[in-house]
């Protein structure tokens, strides 16, 4: 059996996808999945065995400069690429229009989300076969139930979730002294980011129990804060991921994390590496990280959660929100541990 998945974004959201085809790879033995992604995310599918070609859509970029797509041939590239096989089915996991536009240009029966359970309710009337998966449940236990439904197999309601992914495939970074706690401090929303002293003060935790720290960086914004986090701190390294493979390296190796809710905390989550993830503004029912050995930790101020970018109490976007300036760093540390001794280790 050969499957087309749509699943375009965002990190958190196709991580969220992964389980769902573990399930179907268990369901169905032999099955190959193709997988169309915005091309940034690309490396996340290939980390599955039963992924065979990973598809990358640049609809982001096309949509920014529509002409320069257009005369580039990119486009047309990607339907020639995305019809060179028929598929058994083809499932939009994404639930919006434009992923179902995507799914209509491959050759195989469609599949989706119907009226009802669609982020978009318009991108049913693109499917062929429209599934009912009931909203206010977790988005990876709704990924897995329309997965299920398309290929025509059952998935347990209790069953935690299996991404597919071996640690073990993941080479350590050179220069990090082992065992390492990992710190996922980087966010786009300002209401997301917890103060540089409370990070410092988890790292402390850390380093008295033992464990080097490393801070993940990319974009110069968490560059200036993992430097800052780490300034007079022996042992705890800022560390330049500049592509998910070295995110995923950095985090598959570590022994514990810590991470505020980024599309990297599902990552730790989808590695098994016992972590504690921070919310405030967002709230983990539907979207949280999951997995053996995952906690979440919410702050407990009558706003919570908000769902706002920017802070109504705080609107200064440099200043840690309220919410999750309610969370001490060494207390974080603590519930890794009992994370970690939960799941039948120590990090």
């Given at each position: ?300 101020l009558a ?29 974080a540390w603590?519930q890794v ?11």
């Amino acid at each position: 059996m050969r499957v087309l998945l749509v699943k375009t974004s965002s990190i958190g959201d196709v991580i969220h996808a992964l389980p769902a085809v573990t399930d179907a790879a268990r369901a169905h033995p032999g099955l190959k999945v193709d997988w169309v992604v915005e091309e940034a995310l690309a490396p996340i599918p290939s980390w599955h065995p039963a992924v065979d070609r990973v598809i990358p859509a640049a609809v982001r970029r096309w949509r920014r400069t529509p002409l320069k797509a257009l005369l580039s041939g990119e486009p047309s590239a990607f339907r020639r690429h995305l019809r060179a096989a028929r598929y058994d089915a083809v499932v939009d996991a994404q639930g919006l229009y434009k992923s179902a536009v995507l799914a209509r240009l491959a050759n195989g029966p469609r599949h989706g989300l119907d009226r009802g359970s669609a982020r978009e309710p318009m991108a049913s009337w693109l499917m062929r076969h429209r599934h009912a998966v009931p909203t206010g449940q977790h988005a990876i236990a709704r990924v897995r139930q329309l997965m299920a439904a398309a290929l025509g197999y059952e998935v347990a309601a209790d069953s935690l979730p299996d991404y597919g992914l071996d640690r073990a495939g993941f080479a350590p970074p050179a220069g990090l002294p082992q065992p390492y706690a990992v710190l996922i401090h980087g966010t786009a929303w300002p209401t997301k980011r917890w103060s540089v002293a409370r990070w410092r003060a988890a790292a402390e935790a850390a380093l008295a129990g033992g464990h080097a720290v490393a801070l993940p960086f990319a974009a110069k914004e968490d560059a200036t804060r993992a430097h800052a986090i780490a300034e007079g701190l022996e042992g705890v390294y800022p560390v330049f991921t500049p592509g998910l493979d070295d995110a995923a390296a950095l985090i598959a190796n570590a022994a514990a994390g810590i991470a505020v809710d980024t599309g990297l905390a599902h990552l730790a989550a989808a590695f098994g590496v016992p972590t504690l993830t921070l919310y405030g503004a967002t709230d983990p029912a539907l979207t949280g990280t999951q997995g053996t050995a995952q906690g979440t930790w919410m702050s407990g101020l009558a706003c919570v959660p908000c769902r706002r970018r920017s802070c109504r109490i705080a609107p200064d976007p440099l200043a840690p929100p309220p919410c999750l300036d309610t969370l001490d760093g060494p207390a974080a540390w603590a519930q890794v541990l009992a994370l970690a001794a939960n799941a039948g280790g120590a990090p």
